[in-house]
């Protein structure tokens, strides 16, 4: 079963603009986890915010994660093209799960030069 | 350092038919996650394997099944194939202290069941 729901499904945007993503989760976590997916390829991790924190940067990303609303959003400034992937949030759960991380459907990010 | 490499890449059964899957992880990692990836979906997590044990599983049935090799390379069997197992099979690596923290993937099998 899906723990994290993505918003949008679809996104597409010109190089250069801003991308924002969300993502909606239902149970405890002890963190959550951003994933970038090439065309069918494999999942590369991008950032991991714990449940202690709020807001996280690295690079051009920037993670935001709100314990209360149990939601977390994606910001992707300045997008380029080679920024078109799907990507997912993961949840790492706590207690009895603890092992594995739970994968939302993702949005599908397109970046038009 | 070689990161997590799968194979075959690409596969095509036939209903009923049997499949292996190998993977091997990343250096240093002694953790190995399994995950199915149908099409537009996220990936769902199929088992994990430390010591040579599946540790954790998850909602698949019995026909599927792994292994865990002393060198930590792992082997996801599917058994009696139906159309449904049609997806990309993704292996990902962790080390055991921090198996929900950050993952490194392979690139996958894509598996085709006709």
């Known amino acids: 079963s899906q723990q994290g729901e993505e918003d949008p499904q679809a996104l597409s945007i010109q190089e250069g603009e801003n991308a924002t993503m969300n993502c909606s989760y239902k149970?405890?976590?002890?963190?959550l986890q951003w994933y970038r997916q090439n065309s069918g390829r494999g999942l590369v991790h991008l950032i991991l915010?714990?449940?202690?924190?709020r807001e996280k940067h690295s690079g051009r990303l920037r993670v935001t994660l709100d314990t209360s609303k149990k939601s977390s959003s994606l910001l992707i400034t300045a997008s380029r093209a080679a920024d078109t992937a799907s990507y997912f949030c993961?949840?790492?759960?706590?207690?009895?799960?603890?092992?594995?991380?739970?994968f939302g459907k993702g949005t599908k990010l397109s970046v038009k030069p | 350092d070689a990161g997590v490499t799968q194979s075959p890449t690409h596969l095509i059964k036939t209903r009923g038919q049997q499949v292996t899957l190998r993977c091997s992880p990343k250096?240093?990692?002694?953790?190995v996650s399994w995950y199915q990836q149908a099409l537009g979906q996220g990936p769902q997590f199929i088992f994990q394997?430390?010591?040579?044990?599946?540790?954790q599983r998850g909602n698949f049935p019995d026909r599927f099944s792994g292994h865990q090799f002393p060198n930590y390379s792992s082997e996801l069997n599917v058994n009696a194939l139906l159309l449904g197992d049609s997806a990309l099979y993704l292996c990902?690596?962790?080390?055991?202290?921090?198996?929900?923290?950050?993952?490194?993937f392979g690139s996958g099998t894509q598996l085709s069941v006709l």
């Open positions: 250096s240093g990692h002694d953790t």
């Open positions: 990902a690596s962790s080390v055991s202290l921090a198996t929900n923290e950050k993952l490194f």
């Open positions: 149970t405890s976590i002890n963190n």
């Open positions: 915010i714990r449940s202690n924190e």
């Open positions: 993961a949840t790492g759960l706590n207690g009895g799960s603890q092992g594995n991380l739970i």
């Open positions: 394997y430390y010591e040579e044990e599946e540790r």
